[in-house]
């Protein structure tokens, strides 16, 4: 692969420039959402007896976040396909994330999740998937799909904002709940990986 020549002084503006649009699109999504779904997830994030998280590539990043911020809280928070992850059960939540809402691994482990009687929510850009059929509650996230080619969404690569998205709702859920908490900042950290 070879890139065009350019100044450093060019580069950094083109960076600047990317941020900017970066965060303009996220912005843009953030008032997409019925944020009155996100409390309904909330809640049940805080009534389930341990919270499961699924999703793959990119928005798997993203949603480990979001475990790893649950267990900061004291829950009991798995992403699924650890090894250590527990088998899920009733009155348990899975938050399952697709932009496509057709991922066949995630798909899946929402139908086994409603079998055994746990609660599945999905993340989705998709109204109308397999898995938004599965949920029950689906949190619409109109973000670009992964093969957008046209752009028509999102100027980002392929579904960039989705995964971006995942991570800054995730977080602005966490941060709720850690209010709601009032647990010190301290005893969080307590909680904090510390074999690093």
Do not use: C
Not at 65 to 72: D, F, G, T
């Amino acid at each position: 692969m070879e890139f065009g020549t350019t100044t450093d002084k060019q580069l950094a503006k083109e960076v600047r420039n990317n941020l900017e649009m970066i965060l303009m699109e996220n912005t843009w999504l953030l008032k997409q959402i019925d944020f009155n779904e996100v409390a309904v997830l909330a809640n049940a994030i805080k009534t389930a007896n341990s919270v499961f998280i699924i999703a793959a590539g990119r928005s798997g990043f993203a949603m480990r976040s979001a475990a790893m911020r649950l267990m900061h809280l004291g829950l009991n928070a798995y992403f699924v396909g650890e090894t250590t992850t527990p088998a899920i059960k009733q009155g348990d939540l899975l938050i399952a994330a697709s932009g496509s809402g057709t991922t066949s691994s995630i798909v899946k482990a929402a139908e086994k999740a409603k079998s055994v009687g746990s609660r599945v929510v999905a993340l989705s850009t998709q109204s109308q998937s397999l898995l938004a059929n599965i949920a029950d509650q689906l949190i619409l996230i109109p973000a670009a799909e992964k093969e957008d080619h046209e752009g028509s969404r999102s100027r980002q690569y392929a579904g960039s904002l989705f995964e971006q998205f995942l991570l800054l709702l995730t977080d602005a859920i966490f941060q709720s709940l850690w209010k709601l908490d009032d647990t010190p900042n301290a005893e969080l950290w307590t909680r904090h990986a510390n074999l690093e």
